[in-house]
């Protein structure tokens, strides 16, 4: 459908952030928030202080729009009927299950759309759709709570599992968890794992119950060796190298409710060592064996998508808030932060099908986030919120079709990554024994 006149002036010079709003319009939906709440809410109630309010204040937060959580309310102060002090307390109880269940329906919401638009990213392995499994741990925050006063420790929130779809870009699932000295692999009961998809995941996660879980759930893994991880003593056979090293594997048979599976072990001897130092990895599967070693070694080193993800949503989408002491508010902090860079990867997709796929293996994501929170703000001025609700109504073949016709007005040469050369490598003179120094007395020591 064409956009209203009014629309024209912004399509033409703040593209992605039509896009932007176009999409938060979808996913910030009172009637289906209200039964997300409805449904996964434990200790909370939905009266003055509703969870839209809560995400429409958290997600301009993450998107830039607000630089604080008090100017994200004082912006929308006069939709709500309580004060400050109250939407603190009510982000404060946010129930965790709250902020897994709102990830997880706006993942289901946004991907039809980005089906239709085209898959930004590419799928590791072919004929298969490849996730990718890590931790993450919040960053400490500020000592403003009582007991925290008297440490000079980080303040550790909490910590959360993400489940990352690789094609897409979508965080699709998270685990999340307020005490933050947990072992990772004590929230994977949490974690549903959906059938037919191939899952990347690092050692931690290599626990034989994990990997049975997964298998019985129809799909399939690529999971770092952990050295309490037995392997069988059978024998191993060389099979060649890839970019990275060469390649040895074994593999033995696995009885499982009367079914025997084969599982594989691939072993990388490496060219050159991890950061950590090691010399080898060993890879657990059980792809089958049209799978080439070589391919799924290829494939693991995907995992490290996810690092770049988590970077993102850090430095540039404000998923880590110091001032958020309280568990619970950090981690739905959190949430509202993944929810943001889904909502991102809806706009890239729409870049990508309008520009070109090569046109997105470019793209600043700084650059992105930057537009879009200087142009967003004033085009609410002179667009409200009752112009946007024409976006709920459209389904997901028309609203994919009227995000593409949009994104072909970006100015992509301000939206790509500058190229820089390789960097020097500069030796640090030992200062170990200095804990800070003064820079302007240094700088009048060097004239």
Known sequence: MPLPHAFDAFVAAAPCAVLTRLVAERIVDD??????????????????????????????VACGMAPSVRAGFLRREAEMTASLTAFYGKLD???????????????????????RLGLPGCEPLADVASYILDGNMLAGTDHRLRPLRNTRAAALPGKSLVLYECASGLVTRTVLWEDAYSQERALLP???????????ADRNFC????????QQSGSWFTIRHHQQFVLPDVAERRIGRCDSGLVYERSWDVT?????????????????????????????????????????????????????????LTEHLHCEIPSLG???????????????????????????????????????????????????????IALPARHWGFA?????PAFARLLREIARHANMKLLTKTKRGPKKKRRTPNCTNVRHLSTKRLLDEAL
């Open 190 to 200: 949490d974690l549903e794992i959906p059938g037919g998809i191939h899952l990347i």
């Open 326 to 380: 309280q568990p619970r508010a950090a981690l739905f902090a959190f949430a509202v932060s993944l929810v943001a860079g889904n909502l991102l990867a809806v706009v890239i997709a729409a870049l990508g099908a309008a520009q070109g796929a090569e046109v997105v293996e470019h793209l600043s994501y700084y650059y992105l986030v930057q537009e879009i929170a200087s142009h967003y703000n004033g085009m609410m």
């Open 31 to 60: 009637d289906l928030l209200g039964r997300l709440f409805q449904e996964h809410a434990v200790t909370q109630y939905d009266r003055e202080i509703t969870i839209t309010h809560l995400v429409e204040v958290m997600l301009d």
């Open 392 to 396: 709920r109504r459209l389904q997901p």
């Open 256 to 312: 499982e409710e009367q079914q025997i599976r084969r599982w594989r072990a691939i072993r990388l001897e490496l060219d050159e060592p991890t950061r950590d130092g090691d010399h080898q990895i060993t890879l657990i599967t059980n792809l089958p064996a049209s799978f080439h070693a070589q391919a799924i070694a290829a494939a693991y080193r995907q995992r490290w998508t996810i690092e770049g993800h988590f970077q993102r």
């Open 93 to 115: 109880r946010a129930d965790p299950e709250l902020g897994m269940a709102l990830v997880a329906n706006v993942a289901q919401q946004l991907r039809p759309v980005i089906d």
């Open 207 to 214: 626990v034989s119950w994990f990997l049975q879980n997964i």
